[in-house]
Every structure is written in structure tokens, then in C-alpha cells.
């Protein structure tokens, strides 16, 4: 009490807290009118990932779920689920669905495994020779941490987009 009595007589320190709580005070109708998961959510939500930019039909599209940074985006030891699929070769799209999800946050990987080894290839200096692509489409020259692909799981039904990006 001190302390905010001794900020409350400094007018800059008093008109910040006042805007912060009126701030505060702006948020509470969005979080009151925020729908509360049903118990029927619990394990019964479905999440598509639709993937688009395959430059050719060859192999399969691998998608890899993440369910925290942990391992992300390279480790498949730490993955919660996945799952591999043909591409289409008419649209060059593929489409994944991962049924019985939890609500909360994810994150995916997509690799298009063109050879269908079963891994992410690279040239001699470490440069994918294969596309890859993470959600929320973070377009960076590194591969993108949990916390630029990640996304909340909130409805029954959910899709996430993820374009294939080839480096060579």
C-alpha cells in the first residue's frame, strides 16, 4: 500500500496506473463473453491441416503435431501425433485430419517427403532439398520456433493451412 500510495502522488505514475486498469477493466467483457469449453470438448475436437505448394505428386506429405516447444519443430520422438498421406496430383494439395484432440495449444510441421524416406533431406551444407512448412505460415530463413507456430485448438472443427516452401 505504501508503494502505490507513494506512485499515486506522482501524477505520470498515477495517470499510468489509471489507464492500465481502465485497460484492465476493457478486457473483462471479451472474457466474459468467451464460450467455455464443453466437457464434450475434452477429446473429441478435429483438426484438418491443409497443405498446398507440393511442386510435384511424388512421395508423401508427413504432418507432424506438436503439443508444446519441447522437441519442436525437428524432433519427431517428441510429437503427439502423425501422420502421412498422398498428394493430390490434380491440385497439389494434401489433407490431413487428426480426430480426438484435446482443446490448447498446437503447433505443426509438415515435410514433404519427396523420396518417402521418412526424413527431411538436405544438401552437404544442411540446406533442405525438400519442402517443408510449419502453421501460421512463419516465413523466416531458420526453422520457426513453438511459439511462431502455434495455434489454439478451441472449436470441434479447426483447419490450418500450411504452405510448402522448397529452398532448392
Not at 506438436?66 to 522437441?71: A, E, N, V
Not at 523420396?115 to 533431406?121: A, F, R, T
Not at 512463419?138 to 529452398?167: C, G, I, S
Amino acid at each position: 500500500m505504501k508503494i502505490l500510495r507513494r506512485l499515486t502522488n506522482q501524477p505520470a505514475a498515477f495517470l499510468a496506473i489509471l489507464a492500465l486498469s481502465l485497460w484492465m477493466t476493457s478486457l473483462l467483457p471479451a472474457v466474459q463473453a468467451a464460450p467455455l469449453p464443453s466437457a464434450q470438448s475434452n477429446a473429441t475436437d478435429k483438426l484438418t491441416v491443409r497443405v498446398t505448394g507440393a511442386r510435384n505428386a511424388k512421395g508423401k506429405i508427413i504432418v507432424y503435431l506438436f503439443r508444446d516447444p519441447q522437441g519442436f519443430p525437428t524432433d519427431t520422438s517428441k510429437i503427439i501425433r502423425q501422420q502421412s498421406v498422398n498428394i493430390d496430383p490434380n491440385t497439389m494439395t494434401a489433407l490431413v485430419v487428426f480426430k480426438d484432440l484435446p482443446p490448447g495449444m498446437f503447433a505443426v510441421t509438415v515435410l514433404h517427403d519427396e523420396n518417402d524416406n521418412g526424413k527431411m533431406d538436405t544438401n552437404f551444407l544442411g540446406i533442405p532439398t525438400e519442402g517443408y512448412g510449419a502453421s501460421k505460415d512463419p516465413n523466416k530463413m531458420r526453422a520457426p520456433t513453438f511459439d511462431e507456430a502455434r495455434f489454439l485448438l478451441n472449436a470441434a472443427e479447426q483447419t490450418v493451412n500450411v504452405k510448402l516452401r522448397y529452398v532448392l
